[in-house]
């Protein structure tokens, strides 16, 4: 095969334009934060796109005369934003083929585009409510117009002299037409009427091509004297109608089908079912874009494919993001080693104080010995029980300063240890009470190292007298009060009766049998300083070990990546070339494939009945067997 890297640079270099009009060919002026374009250089040429804004205002306005006679412009693209075209604003502009004007627009003016001779079509957009005295006067080549709904009258001679002009659609709020609208138009033969009949003035119709039909809807048919009458010389017939019907492959729905007037433009919806993804169009319809909008012409059938994704490997684009998201939240390799950085400097610096602490002294890690006083405390962890459901229970602390309780303990109904603090865990909150009023008292003395509970017949009988108590009266939580109910009873907000199950005092360290240095202290404070964010760092890291590994990530995207996405299935085709043939010309042959499955294609045989050229395209046309519900082409 040939290679045609040359020939294509030459064959750019022979058909682009050595520039293209700019903002440097216009003229223009700003009046009150407005610009209006007043004047073209008569040598520009190609395609010209106006900017929306010049110096940072906006282009509101295309002035009388201001690309008149402009003959080497062959496409301009008017802003959204222009409202108003000006008199004989495109006037001669005789190599225009194309024009973009945007719905903003709302007046265009006399003669706006007169003597267009190479502009083959136009729509006047939404927005427009009149059309000037000759606007598209003498376009010699257009051959359809559309005016859509929000027109209310045509001008004199507006479409005078397009001789190729052979249909036109007015919109169903025009009620005037001036004179000679339409006049030496000798090749319009079909005018379809949206709405009721206009007031037409003199010779609007003059010199149409014979037999030139008015077509009308049902409704309206009286305003122009009923189907079959002749109406300003036209003959009067009903809009004809098509129907578009739809067929489903897979479980899914179609919304938008049924019968229509000929140009009509309708929305077409696929909606899949639970499980299921829509793929793609098929009939009088391709491609994937949904909602589908085109315009109905004739009688027409399109269907829709659904699948189930898992079906064919597919995996949705949903369940990607979830993993890329699920990814993305994980902590990095870096991040990872800067976590364990930091803990293994922690435990390093401790190891280290305690080693120089064990070689200074000659300690070992047997000689400290973790002991709490028998005979006095200053804090008690308390549990309370719920009578009626032993797995409900209420945790508290009480703390008292140093040297308060004695042994055994003589605190009446209704004391207040000055100082004492009662720590609350009830239903979620926490509560601190400062010197809350209490009832502890034992009728022997206690071990305090030991559970309390039990202890020499302290609270062995719950609410009898002579076990002692503790109790609390009268403290308040957000939820309400506690207060003591009888002997180790306790009430709560919600009125329930909660026992005193379990009250010790917590083990405290000392070191025994040794006295160490200074750096005891350090070791001591080590621990302290680095206890909180030691507890943080093992619960991130804890967190990451419970989560996937990155080889089990990986693993899992390999086999994602290893399936088709919905993308690629509506993309399913053999790479291609393009070369001369023996002759010298520039060929491409094309190969269909069929399948039912997605998995097996079998080649698709086409005579050449089924080719064909429409609008400058290429057009295979067949009829889609049953056994076929996916095709894919290749170039060679």
Known sequence: MKNLTGVLYLFLFAVLPLSAADLSDLTYTTTGGEVIITNCDTDATGELVIPDTIEGNPVTSIGDAAFRECTGLTSITIPDGVTSIGNYAFAGCTSLTSITIPDSVTSIGGQAFDSCTSLTSITIPDGVTSIGVGALFACSSLTSVRISDSVTSIGDLAFGGCASLTSITIGNS?????????????????????????????????????????????????SFGGFGSIWEGLIVEAIPSSTLETTITGSGSIEGAGSFANGTTITLTATPEDGQVFVAWTGGASGSENPLTLTVERDIAIGAIFIEPADYGLVTREILNEAVAERDARPTADELSTVQAERDAILSDIQLAYDEVVGRKGAAQEDLIAVAPPSSATIFDLVWTNSGDPADTIEMTIEFPEDTIANPVEFGF???????????????????????????????????????????????????????????????????????????????????????????????SIFSSLELNPLTELYASLVATNEEAMAERDAA???????????????????????????????LSADYTIGLNAAGNVQMKFNLFESADLNTFAPLTLNPDSVSVVDGSICLEFAPEDRAAFFRFSVE
């Open 174 to 222: 025009v009620t005037s037409i001036g004179d000679y609208a339409f006049r030496g138009c000798s090749s319009l033969t079909s005018i379809t009427f949206q709405g009721a009949a206009p007031t037409v003035e003199v010779g609007v119709f003059l010199t149409i091509s014979k037999g030139a039909t008015a077509y009308v809807y049902e409704q309206f048919a009286n």
């Open 541 to 571: 890291i804890a967190e990451r070990d419970a989560r996937p590994t990155t080889e089990e990530l990986v693993a899992v995207e390999a086999e994602r990546d290893a399936r088709f996405t919905e993308e690629q299935i509506r993309t």
């Open 414 to 508: 209704g004391s207040s240890v000055q100082g004492s603090v009662l720590t609350i865990d009830y239903q979620g909150t926490v509560t601190v009470i400062n010197n809350p009023t209490i009832a502890f008292n034992s009728p022997v003395e206690l071990d305090f190292s030991q559970e309390l509970m039990g202890q020499n017949g302290f609270g062995a009988t719950a609410g009898e007298f002579g076990s002692g108590d503790f109790n609390l009266f009268g403290v308040e939580v957000p939820e309400g009060t506690f207060t003591g109910q009888n002997y180790f009873t306790l009430g709560a907000p919600d009125g329930s009766a909660y026992i005193l199950t379990s009250m010790l005092a917590p083990v405290t």
